[in-house]
């Protein structure tokens, strides 16, 4: 199991931009598909983001494709999510997730999760 720990949330003005990071330790980072999840108040665990072990591919749900975008530093054993145009509806608390083998888009498919960053919009 890989460790994760999320940083960078906060509160931002819609439209804003805001990056949150996540850095892993404990196992090896490039061997692993990292995803983004996000729980709004009331809501379950939605997929938002995923990136493959290399970065060459990547998927997004519909709802930031085109304002969200998945990256990672395997050097760094970090992977990012950078949030732009951001809306209030895109507030939540965000975790990082892992898992080994390819890309996947459903929580119960990672098994190493972070402890999640808060991130506010406002209107």
């Known amino acids: 199991q890989v460790q994760l720990v999320e940083s960078g949330g906060g509160l931002v003005q819609a439209g804003g931009s805001l990056r949150v990071s996540c850095a892993a330790s404990?196992?090896?980072?490039?061997?692993?598909?990292m995803g983004w999840f996000r729980q709004a108040p009331g809501k379950g665990r939605e997929f938002v983001a995923v990136i493959s072990d290399s970065g060459g591919r990547t998927y997004y749900a519909n709802s930031v494709k085109g304002r969200f975008a998945i990256s990672r530093d395997n050097a760094r054993n970090t992977v990012y999510l950078q949030m732009n145009s951001l809306k209030p509806e895109d507030t939540a608390v965000y975790y990082c997730?892992?898992?080994?083998?390819?890309?996947?888009?459903?929580?119960?498919?990672?098994?190493?999760w972070g402890q999640g960053t808060q991130v506010t919009v406002s209107s």
């Open positions: 997730a892992g898992r080994l083998g390819g890309p996947a888009f459903k929580s119960a498919d990672f098994g190493s």
């Open positions: 404990g196992r090896p980072f490039s061997t692993y598909s």
